[in-house]
């Protein structure tokens, strides 16, 4: 699992700087860190049963109510509470967890914060982790949209990803979410081992004919310290091809489409304007706070991130104390970096004034050679092409000299 960023500590109430502004949107990341298996290329904190270590599943909606309750009174300082705009389960998979247990964590948010009317809540849920009845309890109890993890349509591509469940689960699932009244996801990888573009294509049109509200393909990244990384360098296992995988880009914009999905993020399409509010929070710079062993919390500049192991988030929670590792507050700069690293990612583009002079006086240069949309650029933003998206480091690059 990767390693947390260095920061500096912060104090052990969990207190922000007395004149952190909170006037942004804000939302709720809620993370779910159990998984039956670990899948091979996962650099994700998250925990298999024999590796809790005194951490149960049981009280887990237990330890992230007492941390609720502690950013109800941390944020309580700083002004009138905001409402959640988005709560996102993620992890992990949330729904090993009873249905039950993440409508009492939705709860204790509603509870501390209220949510916004039309609020978007979100779970994560593997095929295999959720069925029927469980989905009908999830939208009883107030959330509105499952994400499911589907990656590939053919079973060779989910044996090198380490996936366990039957790809012909996932029709099932979509058409058990669909009757209980929830806006569906559908999550794809690309570029696994041995995955042909054929293969990949077969993948897209079954997600296709589910007809999901939102489709998000992400290229397989290989991370150090996964089994995935250990087995390539091994010789077990090809590489991800660059080459290969930038096909398999343009063939999921061609067919989502085709489909009548609209693309607003990089790696992420959506039908009828149903995009991931929640996952946009984050490319806008909005307020969230992370609740869970591991999560980021950002909030008016200042970011930090929690202890991993659920065993040591527990502890600190137990001792009234923040879980919180460590943390740090931005300066105005570093915040204008990331602006452009994230808002020149989705189709509202970034404003150009973000830019200083000489990234101002690249756009030209991108818009000439198909990186950057034209009327956009005389709009005032930055948009990326589709060969921009395929290059949007590069773009990033010359957007920030």
Not at 331 to 358: H, N
Not at 362 to 385: C, I, K, Q, W, Y
């Amino acid at each position: 699992m990767g390693k947390l960023p260095e920061g500096e500590t912060g104090p052990t109430d969990g207190r922000l700087p007395a004149d952190t502004a909170v006037a942004a949107p804000f939302g709720a990341y809620i993370h779910v860190p159990f998984c039956s298996v670990r899948c091979g290329y996962c650099d994700f904190n998250t925990y298999t049963a024999d590796e809790l270590r005194g951490a149960t599943r049981a009280g887990y909606h237990s330890d992230v109510a007492a941390e609720i309750v502690l950013a109800r009174d941390v944020l309580s300082e700083l002004g009138p509470l905001r409402p959640m705009q988005t709560v996102f389960f993620g992890g992990g998979t949330p729904t090993l967890l009873p249905a039950v247990d993440l409508v009492t964590m939705l709860q204790g948010v509603t509870d501390a914060f209220g949510l916004a009317e039309g609020a978007e809540v979100t779970t994560e849920a593997n095929p295999d982790s959720i069925d029927a009845a469980g989905l009908a309890q999830l939208k009883a109890g107030g959330i509105t949209r499952v994400s499911f993890g589907m990656q590939s349509a053919v079973p060779h591509v989910l044996a090198a990803l380490d996936r366990t469940h039957d790809p012909e689960r996932v029709p099932q699932v979509v058409a058990w979410a669909r009757d209980a009244g929830l806006e569906v996801s559908i999550d794809l990888i690309y570029g696994a081992p041995g995955e042909s573009l054929d293969d990949w294509q077969r993948s897209l049109d079954a997600a296709v004919a589910m007809d999901p509200d939102h489709i998000s393909a992400y290229a397989l990244i290989v991370e150090d310290g996964t089994a995935l990384a250990r087995r390539i360098r091994r010789g077990e296992l090809i590489a991800p091809d660059d080459d290969l995988q930038a096909a398999m880009y343009e063939a999921a914009d061609a067919t989502l489409g085709r489909a009548g999905y609209t693309w607003y993020e990089v790696s992420n399409w959506a039908r009828g304007g149903r995009t991931a509010r929640h996952n946009l929070a984050y490319w806008r710079g909005h307020d969230w706070w992370g609740f869970g062993p591991g999560a980021h919390s950002h909030v008016g500049g200042v970011r930090w991130w929690n202890v991993k192991h659920p065993a040591a988030y527990r502890d600190r929670l137990l001792a009234g104390t923040s879980p919180a590792l460590a943390r740090e507050v931005l300066d105005d700069e570093t915040r204008r970096v990331e602006r452009v690293l994230l808002e020149s990612r989705i189709a509202d583009g970034l404003p150009l004034d973000v830019l200083e002079a000489e990234g101002r006086h690249a756009v030209a240069g991108l818009v000439a050679e198909g990186l950057a949309d034209g009327r956009a650029a005389l709009a005032g933003r930055v948009v990326p092409t589709l060969r921009g998206r395929l290059l949007a480091d590069a773009v990033v690059r010359r957007l920030l000299p």
